[in-house]
Structure formats: structure tokens, C-alpha cells
């Protein structure tokens, strides 16, 4: 195996895109082809990869939205792990943000692996659940649905869409309204009032499974929650859906359970490394995150 000497870290390219999916592919966390070459597409600028001679060792996937990025996948080939190549491509996609102002840098960790990030200034500030629901979409009865209140977006509602997206998530609205241009959600859910989105659920259809979110619900109750989960199963693909919520959210919680969803993986930690005050997620709110904007 060659030395540390010889690695090099480098901007990761389009021809990378098979064998980085490969490595995200081995650790079995549900990711398709179509989503790794969707990231790379909103951000050709501030991935990497670690190339020993021409293997790759190690990626960082990165979508800069503009003042805030998102890290999505941190891999170190195994046999490699251990040796600083993590460190090191941290490293380097920090210091590139850095130098683009980019002042909030946000992951899901998993809980093994919060450490790593703490000797870069993450901060934990949060858990998250991932939920998992296997189609049929069909539930029982009863719980009638407030799906009147809902709406699927319209042209119209864009600005009211974004408007929301950015204030309940803390995003920069032209950051949002980039995101949602370049990758328009399949199903758009909103209930809009007086001009302002209430509550809302956007999902993106992918070849095995339909990713879900981000989501909110200003105040939500029971039945409203239900309403609009249900609605949005009524309208996707049957494939497998996936969700995230933090997992202080009860409400959530079991609304998806009732809906047919489990959990199928608790204890994922959003850290943040910011120069100004990052805060949690209202507890109305399902996570930017796994398939989110991104
Ligand atoms: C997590 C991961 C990316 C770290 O990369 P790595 O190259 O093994 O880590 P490095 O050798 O660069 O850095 C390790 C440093 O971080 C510290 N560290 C703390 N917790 C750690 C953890 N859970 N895993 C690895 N390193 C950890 C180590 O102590 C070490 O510091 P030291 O050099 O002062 O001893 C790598 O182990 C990996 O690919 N794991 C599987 C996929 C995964 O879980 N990714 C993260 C998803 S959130």
C-alpha cells in the first residue's frame, strides 16, 4: 500500500462519479447512482476524492448552497481507514468553504462517527430518525384526512414555498430558490394561508425508492400530520419511501408509525460547524437531509 506522502486529495470529477458510488454503495446506506450524480450536479465545485495513484481511497461529497453547505457522504476505503485520510479531505473541503465565505457547514453524522467531526468544530445538535415505509401505500381506515387543506404546488406557490423553506430552516432564500431550480421536487404538498406555507412535504421519485422531505408542519396535530402523510403516499410511486424527523418530534413520530412507516435507523446526529448560531429544527420540522434538497 502506498504512503501517506503519496496521496493526494483533489477536486472530484464527472469520471470519478462510478467508483465513488461503489464505495457509497459497499457501506449499504440506500443511495442510487441517479442521487450521486444529482449531488455532483448541484455542486461540481466542492467534493473530493483521495486518489492513491488512480484509486480512489476516500470522498467527501459537498453541496455548497451558497451560505450554508451540506455534507453529504464522508468514506475512507477500508484498509485505508485510521491513516488521515479523512482528516485530511475535511480538511481540504473546509478550507475551500472557508474561502468562499460560506459561513454554516451542516452533516448527519452517524453516532460512531460524531467524534470525528468534533476536532473540526462540529457541535452536535441533534437526533435524527430515518423512517422507512415498504410500499403498498395502503393503510387502514379510519382518520379522515384533512387533505382539503392541502394543496400540490403550483407555480403560484413557489414563492411561498421558498419563503418557507428558508425561514423554517434557516437557508438563505436565493440558496433555496437555486436548489429548487436546478432539482424541482416530483411532489410538492403545501398548505398555504393567506400567501404563507403552513405546512409543507416535497418528495423526489428515484429507482427504487421515493425520498421524502424536507417536510413541516407549523403546530401540527395528529390528524393534520396524518392528512398530509397520507396524501403524499397517495400520490407517489409504489417504492419504498424514506423520511427523516428529529427524534424529539412525537408527533411525527407517530403519525409516520401509523402511516405504516418504522424506524430504520435512530440516533443520527446533525452537527453543525457555524460561524453564527446554529439552531435546531423546530420541532414542526422534518430534516433537510438524506434526499432533502438534495
Ligand atoms: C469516519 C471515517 C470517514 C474517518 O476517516 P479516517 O480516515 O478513518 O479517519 P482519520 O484517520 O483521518 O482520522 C481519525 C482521527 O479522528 C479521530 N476519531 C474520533 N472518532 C473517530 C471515529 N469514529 N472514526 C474515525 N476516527 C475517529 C481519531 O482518533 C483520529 O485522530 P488521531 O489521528 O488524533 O488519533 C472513516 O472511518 C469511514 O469511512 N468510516 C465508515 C463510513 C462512515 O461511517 N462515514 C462517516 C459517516 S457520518
Known sequence: MAGRSELRIIRMKDSHLPEVFSLIDNENWGW???????????????SVVALDGRDIVGLVTC??????????????RKGWRGKGVGVRMIETVLADLDSRGVSSVELHANPEAVEFYNQFSFKRLEDITFFAKDAPHSFPEPSAPSESSFSWLSPDDAPALSEALSTVFGYKKEDVEKALSKTPPHQALARIVSGRATAMFLSRTGRDLNAAGPWFMDE??????????????SAVPAKRVDVL?????????ATFESCGFSVAKAGIVRVARSN?????YPGSVLSLGHLGLI
Not at 442510487?32 to 466542492?46: K, P, R, T, V
Not at 424527523?245 to 413520530?253: F, L
Not at 453564527?276 to 435546531?280: E, I, P, T, V
Open 32 to 46: 442510487e447512482f441517479a442521487e450521486i450524480q444529482q449531488i455532483y450536479g448541484l455542486d461540481q465545485g466542492s
Open 63 to 76: 453541496i455548497d448552497f451558497g451560505s450554508t453547505a451540506f455534507i453529504v457522504h464522508v468514506i475512507v
Open 220 to 233: 401540527p396535530t395528529r390528524a393534520e400530520a396524518d392528512g398530509m402523510i397520507r396524501t403524499m403516499l
Open 245 to 253: 424527523s428529529p427524534a424529539s418530534n412525537e408527533v411525527a413520530k
Open 276 to 280: 453564527s448560531a446554529a439552531n435546531r
